[in-house]
């Protein structure tokens, strides 16, 4: 079965920084899309980062030139740098990836259980 599963959420400082790991796991033959999405309390799950199937990245405009995302596709792994964090990034960060199932040989988009980040003094 297709896992994603997300670390490195915690609480941090406004100003501070935090550097959030994806790991997908299962049979996978390819992974085209990847990307990182918030929800915070009482608001809609919005994207934040993320890689297009020519592995471009692209930002939304709330994070741009603060966060950083990249990928290692040998270890089926993204990573979401961010830094200059602001007490409005506080979310549930998830990950989420448009990717072929080697089991079902079939495209599927599975989402990660999310990782809490906390920005506060």
């Known amino acids: 079965q297709v896992r994603l599963v997300e670390s490195g959420g915690g609480l941090v400082q406004p100003g501070g920084s935090l550097r959030l790991s994806c790991a997908a796991s299962?049979?996978?033959?390819?992974?085209?899309?990847m990307g990182w999405f918030r929800q915070a309390p009482g608001k809609e799950r919005e994207w934040v980062a993320g890689?297009?199937?020519?592995?471009?990245?692209s930002y939304s405009a709330s994070v741009k030139g603060r966060f950083t995302a990249s990928r290692d596709n040998a270890k089926k792994m993204m990573y979401l740098q961010m830094s200059s964090l602001k007490p409005e990034d506080t979310a549930v960060y998830y990950c989420?990836?448009?990717?072929?199932?080697?089991?079902?040989?079939?495209?599927?988009?599975?989402w990660g259980r999310g990782t809490q980040v906390t920005v506060s003094s």
């Open positions: 890689f297009d199937q020519s592995g471009s990245a």
């Open positions: 299962g049979v996978i033959l390819r992974i085209d899309r």
């Open positions: 989420n990836a448009d990717l072929i199932d080697g089991n079902l040989y079939t495209r599927i988009s599975p």
